[in-house]
């Protein structure tokens, strides 16, 4: 499968935006996506997860909240509501797939993501 982040751009701190995720290729009903971001200088982290269905959904302490995870597998899309954000939310963010939903994993870094699609930029500015 091929994933294409996009939505990215500058917002004020407390304002919003919608990342999406576009998939190719494959039908991404056979896959377990995920949101993971990058801040400058730093390594990149788990931020949201959604099953194959997206009857369970898994978020980082430090989006909960805040972070909306959803997908459309009839449209071959994912998306991340984003609210409130603030400068630490500043980064690169990228969707990724794999085959496995990897449950408290995705708390503790035991994941392997399969399939990773190119970033899209957000920016936060105090």
């Known amino acids: 499968v091929q994933l294409q982040a996009s939505g990215g751009g500058l917002v004020q701190t407390g304002g919003s935006l919608r990342l999406s995720c576009t998939a190719s290729r494959r039908p991404i009903k056979a896959y377990v996506l995920a949101w993971f971001r990058q801040a400058p200088g730093k390594e990149r982290g788990f931020v949201a997860a959604?099953?194959?269905?997206?009857?369970?959904?898994y978020y980082a302490d430090s989006v909960k909240g805040r972070f909306t995870m959803s997908r459309d597998n009839a449209k071959n899309m994912v998306y991340l509501e984003m609210i409130t954000l603030k400068p630490e939310d500043t980064g690169v963010y990228y969707c990724?797939?794999?085959?496995?939903?990897?449950?408290?994993?995705?708390?503790?870094?035991?994941?392997?993501?399969?399939?990773w699609g190119k970033g899209t930029l957000v920016t936060v500015s105090s």
């Open positions: 959604i099953s194959w269905s997206g009857n369970s959904t």
């Open positions: 990724a797939a794999d085959v496995r939903n990897y449950g408290s994993g995705w708390y503790q870094g035991e994941y392997d993501m399969g399939y």
